[in-house]
Every structure is written in C-alpha cells, then in structure tokens.
C-alpha cells in the first residue's frame, strides 16, 4: 500500500492534451439524429460495447480508451454495464448468426436517441470473414448504423476520434 | 421566518449539492489513476441528459418497478429534511430522530432490491439478495453504534445529539466516540455501495450489487435513482462530519453562526470525499464472502463503543 501511493504521488497526469485529430478512416454515415439531442450527448454520452461475433482485437483497442493515456471520461464519455443506460453501441466485428438476434434486442433495449457507431473493418464489410457460413453480414445488415470506423484494428485514437466526431457533427458551431 | 429559510437552505443544499460531491470523488480518483478525468459538473450533465431520453420498460415488470424510482427519491429527499446539514436549529425538530433516519434510508433500499426482483433478469435478483445480506448485516452495527451517541447524548435526536457534543473539548479522547465513527464509516461505505464492499465503476455484473439492481431502469427512472443514491452518500458523508467533527456546525439561528455553518461544511465534505478517494484507490474490492467479517468488525466496534460508554462516564 505504501508503494502503491508513493507511485501514485510520483507518476504525473500521462493523459494527452486535447481532442484527437480527426481520422481519414471515420465515415458518417445518413443518421437521424437531431441536433438538440447531439448537443446534449455532447457533454454525456454512455457507450455499451456490443461483441457479435468479434477476434477481440478491437475490444483490445477500445480497452485501451479506458486507460489513462485516452482517458475518455474527461469527454464526459463512459462506458456502462446495461444497454439501458446506453446512448451509443459501439459494435465489433461481423455479426454471427447467433448473435445477431441480441444484437438487434441489445438495439432495441437501448432507449431513444441512440448513435450505432461500427468499429473495425469487420464490423464495415466483415473483413476477412466475408462470406464465411457463420456470418450473417455486417452490422448494418442487422441494425441502422450512424458512423463507421475503418482499420484492422482501428487504434484508440481513431475510434475515439469516431465517437467525437459523431457527437460534433451536426453542432452549428465549427468542430474542434 | 429566518428559521424556515434556513431550514429550507439546508435541504437544497443536501439535495442539489449531492452530485456534486459524486463528481469531485470521481475526479480526485481520476487525477490518483494519473487520467484528467471528467470535470466536477459532469454527473449534473449525465442526468440533464438522462432526464430527455426515452424510457425503455420490460414488458415483465409490474407497477413494483415504475413506483419505485419515485419512492427511492422520495425517501431520499425526506431524508435530507431530516438531517441537519448546516445548522441544528432547523424548523422539523419534529422529524429529528436517527432512528426514524435510518429505516427511511432502509425503505428506499427495501423497494430497490423489489425492483430488481420484479423485471426478472437473473443479474438483477442476485443484486437484490445481495443487497439485502449486506443491508440485514449493517442494520445491527448502525443501531448499535447509535445507541454508543445516543447513550452520551441523552436522546436519538440528531440536533441534541450535535448540540451535546460540540461543546465537549475532550470530545476526540472519548474512546466510546472514536469507536462508533470507524464502526459507523465502514456501515456508511457498506450503505452507499462504496469500495471495498460495492464498486460504483464496475462493469462485471457478477461483481455488481447496487449497480445490478438497476440495470434495467433507463431514461428519468435511471436519473431519479442515481440522483437519490448521490443524495445518499451526501447525507451519510455529513452525518458522519457533523455528528463525530460538530465543529463549525450553527447551533444558534445567528447570521454569524450560520455564516461559519456554511464555510465549514464544503471543507469537512471536502476531506471526507478526498480520503474515501485515496481509500477506494488503495483498496480492491473485498471478495463477497468476506464482506460478513467486514461488518462483523465493524459490529465489534460499535458494541466496544457502547461497552466503552459504561464504563468511561
């Protein structure tokens, strides 16, 4: 315990200043959300992370956002434990044929306004598990995706950069 | 006239500066993991927007379910009538009593655990039976260690309680007090699901206890919940500082008195919340069948702390 604090009272604050700079790998998507509701998630947005049938790299890679170099709650971003307490599914990977079926309930129990956001290029066109007997298609062939994130894996830059970027853009004011 | 008003002070004190205190512990843990963090503001801004979303309901649940985010709040802003937060003075003397206090915290509990009961999701039944083995554990250290105060004082009442004390110079020496303030920590860090007995941050759902109850609820029923539990560790926090620490507290209706009330009051909350921080970052959540010992430890403390009354007056 006393080595633990005096790590703690040695080691600085390692969280990088700034927002990530926008990804040339994120692509918005046509998405319904209104603006008033964009702006509000702009200060909160809960995230659940939905696995359908991913190699968990990319759940490796969204791990890392947790940590304090990405930081992602001094976003006001979080992820939590129940799609109900969600604003936004961050889905991994193609979707199988056993869980596309929770896939599209997880949708359906996140309440009203919701962001999808697919990260990794299985989770875009199923990558090298295209046409594969198990898989069903991408994300987007169960359930309406709003932004998504290229890159086998995407690092935690990008797919952070994804989310903000979503949460930026439709604002009146100039992303930053 | 100015008794009211400042009895109505001190409720929205309690009841708007609660989330408040959630965002500083959250940032001072932030800033011990070496992240930034999320500002101090930001639990006001998850319930801004979780009040605006839809409200998605379980088609099993009952009206068990819908009744009791309503119930939960409501005990919890009764609760903050109850317990004098900047002065003792206040204009519910009627309503003063810790005993009365605790099976107000209790029913809010009791409804929480029927709604985790009722969507009948398997997580959310093992958050309530959980949640009640630690809730049957903490209810006989509570009122023993209230018994250890209320013993000294001469009454249950918080206000005497407080009035009694402050004006006690040996107050820290007195063993019977030091021993009913660990007994009564360790219950409040149990109550308000606190590490190492609950962690408010998990994800796991086999970890979960409080956080299992509510995974159902969405929407303004999630807001109402975690805006009463907020509330719950505000008022735990500030009995714990205004019952054992009395100094500062107004025991007159002065504008002096309650001028020091209100400058004292952010800085014993604030030394509360920073040790609870280094606490939870010190410490790893206790295996669940080593939470009885926990309590029983702390049980043995508030039994010393009555024990020690007998025999030190």
Redesign the interface.
Known sequence: ?KL??RK?LT?????EPGAPPPDPGVELLGSAIHDE?RK??G??L?IREVDPGSCNGCELEIGGLNG?YY?L????L?????P??A?CLLVTGPVTRNMADPLKRTYD?????KIVIAVGDCAKDCGIFAGGYGVVGPVSAVIPVDVVVSGCPPSPRSILAAILRALQARSPEPAH | MLRIAVTIVQWLVAVVGAPLLVGVIRKVKARLQGRRGAGVWQPYANLRKLLVKEVVISENTSWVFRLTPYVVIGTMLLAACIVPVLTTAGALQMLDNIILLMYVFLLGTFFLALAGLDAGSSFGGMGSSREMAIAALAEPTIMIAIFAIALRAGSTGLNEMIRRSVTDPLLLLNPGHLLAFFSLFIVAIAETGRLPVDNPATHLELTMIHEAMILEYSGRYLALIEWASAIKLFLFLTLLGNVFFPWGIAVTLQPSAIAIGIVTLPIKMGVLAVSLAVLETGLAKLRLFRVPELLSGSFMLALLAVVSFFFLR
Do not use: C, K, N, Y
């Open positions: 315990m633990l604090f703690i080691s600085p604050v390692v969280t509701v509000r998630f200060r909160s809960h304090p930081d709650e001094r976003f006001g979080q992820f939590v434990a129940s109900r307490h604003d129990a996140t309440p009203d306004p």
